[in-house]
C-alpha cells in the first residue's frame, strides 16, 4: 500500500511537474506572442509618425536623415543608409546612420543586379552577388528598392548588422521584410514628391534669377539711355539755339533778297529748327522726370490747372477751346511734374481736336481711402484701342508732324511721372467721339 502510495504520489508529481511546465511553455508563448505584438504595434506607430513627419520635411536632405533615423528606429538596427540612383550624379548617398566609418564605398555599393523589381531582400553573410555590402563587414543585411510608379529602382535603403551585434540587436527576421518595404515605399513617394518639389524650386528659382538680371540690365540700359538723352540735349541746346538765331537773323534781313523758291527753302529750315527744338526739350524734359530729386509737397490740383490753363493760354484761344473744370482733389505730390503731367494731357486733349469742333474738355477728379484720382476728357479724334500701351512709349505717334504737331514725348513723360508717384496713367476713348485719360496716385506718398 505504501509502496502504492508513494510510486502513485511520484507519477502524480511527475504529472504535475508536465502540466506546469507545459503551463510555463504556454505562458511563456503567451508573453512571446504579447511582446511580438507589443513590437508590431509600436512598429506600426512609428511607421504612422514618420509618414507624417516626412510629409512635412522642408527639403530633400532633411527628409533622407528623417527617414535614416526611422529606419533604425522602427528596425532595433544599428546602421542604415539611404542611397539614391541619380541618372546624372549615378550613386549618391543622401543620408546614412552608424556608417560614417564606409563613406568611401557606400556610394559603390549598388548594383542593379541586387535588386529584385521593388521586393525587399535579406543577405545573409556568404550569399554571392552581394560581396559588396557585405564587405561593409556586416553579417546580415537587409536592402530594399525605392522605384518610382513604373517600378524603375531609384535608389535604395539598407540596413545591416555586424556578427557580434547579433547578440544585441534582433537578427533581421523575414517578418520584418514586409513592413521594412512598406517604409521604403512611403519613403520613395515622397522623394519623389520632393523631388519634383526640388526641381520645381530650382527652375523658380532660376527664372527668378534671370527675371532680375533682365530688370538689372533693364535698369541699367535705361539709365545709359536716359544720360544720352540727358546729355545729348543738353548739349544739342546751345548749337541749336546758335542756328535758330542765325537763321532767324539770315530770314529777316535778306528776305527780301530771296525769290520764290528761297523762301520756301527758308520755311523749311525754319520749321525744321523749331521742331528740333521742340524735340530737345521734350527729350531733357523726359530724362529729367527720373533724375532730379523731387520733393513732395500739398498740392491742389485746381492750382495745377490753373497754372496749365495760364500756359495754353494761346492754344486755348486759337483752338476756341473750353475748359470745364469739377471737383479736384487735394494731395501730396511734385507740384511741377504734377503742372508738367497736367499739361502735356490738356494740351494733347486740344490738340487732337475733330476739324470744324471747338475742343471741350472736362477736368475732374476724386479720391477713395487709398489713392486720388483725376479725369481729362475731350471730344477730340478719339484713340482706337489697339493703342492702349504704344502712345505711352517713347517717340510713338499715331499721326504724322504734318498733321499734328509733337514729337512723341508727351504721353511718356505722364506715364514717368505718374509711375515715380507709385501711380498709373490710362485711357478709356471712342474714335471719333473723345478720349478720357486717367491719373490714379497713392494718397500720403511719403517720398519719391
Ligand atoms: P505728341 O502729342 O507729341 O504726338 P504724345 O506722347 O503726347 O505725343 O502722344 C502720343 C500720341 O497719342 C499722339 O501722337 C496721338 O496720336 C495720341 N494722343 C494722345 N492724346 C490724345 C488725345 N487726347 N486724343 C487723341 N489722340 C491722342
Not at 508563448?29 to 513590437?39: K, W
Not at 513604373?150 to 545591416?160: I, R
Not at 495745377?304 to 494761346?314: F, I, S
Request: charged letters at 30%; glycine letters at 6%.
Amino acid at each position: 500500500m505504501k509502496k502504492l502510495q508513494y510510486e502513485e504520489l511520484e507519477e502524480m508529481t511527475r504529472d504535475l511537474q508536465a502540466r506546469v511546465e507545459k503551463g510555463i511553455t504556454v505562458e511563456q508563448d503567451l508573453i512571446n506572442t504579447q511582446n511580438e505584438l507589443d513590437a508590431e504595434l509600436n512598429r506600426f506607430r512609428l511607421m504612422q509618425k514618420y509618414s507624417s513627419e516626412a510629409l512635412k520635411a522642408p527639403d530633400l536632405a532633411s527628409f533622407c536623415e528623417l527617414t535614416v533615423e526611422y529606419f533604425v528606429e522602427i528596425f532595433n538596427l544599428p546602421r542604415a543608409l539611404f542611397l539614391e540612383l541619380d541618372e546624372e550624379a549615378g550613386q549618391v548617398v543622401l543620408a546614412q546612420f552608424g556608417l560614417a566609418e564606409y563613406e568611401d564605398q557606400l556610394a559603390r555599393i549598388f548594383d542593379k543586379s541586387i535588386v529584385d523589381g521593388n521586393k525587399s531582400k535579406i543577405i545573409r553573410k556568404g550569399e554571392t552577388g552581394y560581396e559588396a555590402i557585405l564587405k561593409l563587414g556586416l553579417e546580415e543585411a537587409i536592402i530594399c528598392p525605392i522605384c518610382d510608379q513604373e517600378e524603375n529602382c531609384k535608389g535604395l535603403v539598407l540596413a545591416g548588422l555586424k556578427k557580434k551585434e547579433i547578440v544585441f540587436y534582433d537578427s533581421i527576421e523575414e517578418k520584418i521584410a514586409d513592413s521594412f518595404a512598406l517604409m521604403t515605399q512611403k519613403a520613395g513617394d515622397h522623394l519623389q514628391i520632393l523631388r519634383v518639389n526640388e526641381r520645381l524650386k530650382k527652375g523658380i528659382a532660376h527664372a527668378t534669377k534671370e527675371l532680375e538680371e533682365q530688370a538689372e540690365e533693364l535698369k541699367r540700359s535705361n539709365q545709359d539711355l536716359e544720360q544720352f538723352a540727358y546729355v545729348t540735349s543738353h548739349d544739342l541746346k546751345a548749337p541749336l539755339r546758335n542756328i535758330a538765331s542765325f537763321v532767324q537773323l539770315l530770314n529777316r534781313k535778306y528776305q527780301d533778297q530771296f525769290d520764290e523758291e528761297a523762301r520756301e527753302y527758308m520755311q523749311f529750315v525754319l520749321g525744321g529748327v523749331h521742331r528740333l527744338n521742340n524735340l530737345i526739350k521734350d527729350l531733357l524734359q523726359y530724362s529729367r522726370v527720373n533724375r532730379l530729386d523731387a520733393g513732395l509737397e500739398h498740392v491742389d490740383l485746381h492750382d495745377v490747372v490753373e497754372v496749365v490753363k495760364h500756359n495754353l493760354a494761346d492754344m486755348i484761344k486759337h483752338q476756341s477751346a473750353e475748359i470745364q473744370i469739377g471737383r479736384l482733389p487735394l494731395f501730396r505730390a511734385n507740384y511741377s511734374q504734377m503742372v508738367q503731367l497736367m499739361q502735356n494731357i490738356v494740351s494733347n486733349a486740344i490738340k487732337f481736336n475733330r476739324a470744324g469742333v471747338a475742343p471741350l474738355i472736362r477736368i475732374e477728379g476724386g479720391e477713395n481711402a487709398r489713392e486720388i484720382y483725376f479725369s481729362v476728357s475731350d471730344n477730340g479724334i478719339g484713340i482706337d484701342a489697339r493703342h492702349k500701351e504704344a502712345i505711352f512709349s517713347i517717340f510713338q505717334r499715331l499721326h504724322s508732324a504734318d498733321e499734328y504737331e509733337g514729337t512723341g514725348i508727351g504721353l511718356s513723360i505722364c506715364k514717368r511721372i505718374a509711375e515715380r508717384h507709385k501711380g498709373k496713367i490710362w485711357f478709356e476713348s471712342t474714335p471719333g467721339e473723345g478720349s478720357t485719360f486717367f491719373v490714379q496716385i497713392p494718397r500720403n506718398l511719403k517720398r519719391i
